[in-house]
């Protein structure tokens, strides 16, 4: 197989790796739904492959920020999120209180 080269911006390869990723999960999860779909378990895997070394891309290059000081900085800081479950629909309540940071 040929490789190629492209140049991309980082905002640009933001910006492709997202699109893959949506496209990706549209034909893992919802194409699977459509009648007559017929799947393709190599092209899942390579796409699921490519988006990955997309993110690592995106990662590697994306400005590093620990403590709040993105000057010189090698690492990222993370935190546990303790929000709701990302599946889950809010209840009435979280939707308000939701409604409510917004503003």
């Excluded at 895997?45 to 997309?54: T, Y």
Aim: glycine content about 4%; charged content about 25%.
């Amino acid at each position: 197989m040929e490789t190629m080269t492209l140049k991309l911006t980082l905002e640009e390869l933001r910006l492709l790796a997202a699109l893959a990723s949506d496209q990706l999960f549209r034909k893992q999860f919802i194409d699977p739904k459509m009648p007559g779909y017929k799947s393709n378990s190599e092209e899942m895997h390579l796409g699921k492959s490519l988006v990955a070394r997309l993110q690592a891309m995106v990662d590697q290059h994306s400005p590093r920020i620990t403590n709040g000081d993105s000057k010189g900085s090698s690492s990222v800081t993370l935190a546990v999120s303790r929000g709701r479950v990302a599946n889950r629909k809010p209840n009435s309540e979280a939707a308000r209180h939701a409604r409510q940071a917004d503003v």
